[in-house]
């Protein structure tokens, strides 16, 4: 069975603080990783992704993860967050030639200005 | 920009009958799919379509039917809305498939009564 879990379901911050958001999977074979943001009441947006190559990837807006094979792990950073930065927060992940793309529960990150 | 819209944004139906939600995209995308969102479960994927005239189950397609009479337009069809029902519904679009980005509606809110 082809699992994401995101370990947090709130994190609570202060503005200027750095964050991470925990995603781990449990895949076999090659694997694609995404991070997506849903602001309240909106639809989600892509974030970044990562399949191959460099396991440090930057995304929209300050963000960057980190992929770990050993850790069976894809987090999510931040250096210094905004308060606009308050959403809620999808690990997704899918593999070669199957059509689904796995989403954990989400970690809903609140920034306090 | 990439655009997906939902129609319509919210509804209201009864047990028992009949509801169909709307995705239209302007993408020119080959894919579509239309997961729910129900509050714990991040999203599952309901149906996709790869091409227009055809459509794929995905996870949990019990109590839904698919429609892509078109490359733009995907529609979700509940025949007979029962309360365990009532979500979010997200349609997504993406150019090659689960790998690639999704784009994704803003949402149709369903309370079955």
């Known amino acids: 069975t082809q699992t994401v879990s995101q370990s947090d379901a709130h994190v609570t911050v202060f503005e200027g603080d750095s964050v991470e958001l925990r995603c781990n999977y449990s895949y076999g074979g090659s694997i694609y990783l995404s991070w997506y943001i849903q602001h309240h009441g909106r639809g989600l947006q892509f974030l970044l992704k990562?399949?191959?190559?460099?396991?440090v990837v930057q995304g929209v807006n300050g963000f960057e993860a980190e992929f770990s094979k050993s850790d069976s792990s894809f987090h999510l950073r931040k250096a210094s967050v905004h308060w606009s930065d308050s959403a809620v927060y999808f690990c997704?992940?899918?593999?070669?030639?199957?059509?689904?793309?796995?989403f954990g529960k989400g970690t809903s990150l609140t920034v306090i200005p | 920009e990439a655009a997906v819209t939902q129609s319509p944004r919210s509804k209201v139906a009864v047990t028992g009958g009949k509801v169909t939600l709307s995705c239209h995209q302007t993408?020119?995308?080959?894919?579509m799919y239309w997961y729910r969102q129900d509050t714990g479960h991040g999203l599952r994927l309901i149906h996709y379509s790869y091409v227009a005239d055809s459509t794929e189950k995905g996870d949990i397609p019990d109590g839904y039917k698919a429609s892509r009479p078109s490359q733009e337009n995907f529609s979700l069809i509940l025949e007979l809305a029962s309360l365990s029902q009532t979500a979010v519904y997200f349609c997504?679009?993406?150019?090659?498939?689960?790998?690639?980005?999704?784009?994704f509606g803003p949402g149709t809110r369903l309370l079955v009564l």
């Open positions: 990562y399949y191959s190559g460099n396991p």
């Open positions: 997504a679009s993406s150019p090659w498939g689960a790998q690639d980005t999704q784009y």
């Open positions: 993408n020119n995308h080959d894919y």
């Open positions: 997704a992940a899918s593999t070669t030639g199957y059509q689904n793309f796995y």
